[in-house]
Nanobody, 118 residues
Framework: QVQLVESGGGLVQAGGSLRLSCAAS????????MGWFRQAPGKEREFVARITWNGGTIAYADSVKGRFTISRDNAKNTVYLQMNSLKPEDTAVYYC???????????WGQGTQVTVSS
């Protein structure tokens, strides 16, 4: 089992920045991918970014490229999502997820709310 705990959400004005953190615990040695997803009210959950746990391969959704940066700290078992130039449409609950294989996320955090005011 892997446990994921997100933090760092909040209320920010458009153009501002936030950094989300996802602390992983448990059997993290078996995890290969860590991802960030988000779900806005009335919408489906969507992919935001992912990173491989040891190789550093990174991918982003087109909607956040150039504004968001995913990174990891293996020593702390923590993945980060630095969000810059935030827009009101970035408002959502952001979830951290862990996967053994690409695009097959098994473990999910509880989510953290990000609200961007215009």
């Amino acid at each position: 089992q892997v446990q994921l705990v997100e933090s760092g959400g909040g209320l920010v004005q458009a153009g501002g920045s936030l950094r989300l953190s996802c602390a992983a615990s448990g059997r993290t040695f078996s995890i290969n991918y860590m991802g960030w997803f988000r779900q806005a009210p009335g919408k489906e959950r969507e992919f935001v970014a992912r990173i491989t746990w040891n190789g550093g391969t990174i991918a982003y959704a087109d909607s956040v490229k150039g504004r968001f940066t995913i990174s990891r700290d293996n020593a702390k078992n923590t993945v980060y999502l630095q969000m810059n130039s935030l827009k009101p449409e970035d408002t959502a609950v952001y979830y951290c997820a862990a996967a053994y294989t690409q695009n097959s996320y098994t473990y999910w955090g509880q989510g953290t709310q990000v609200t961007v005011s215009s």
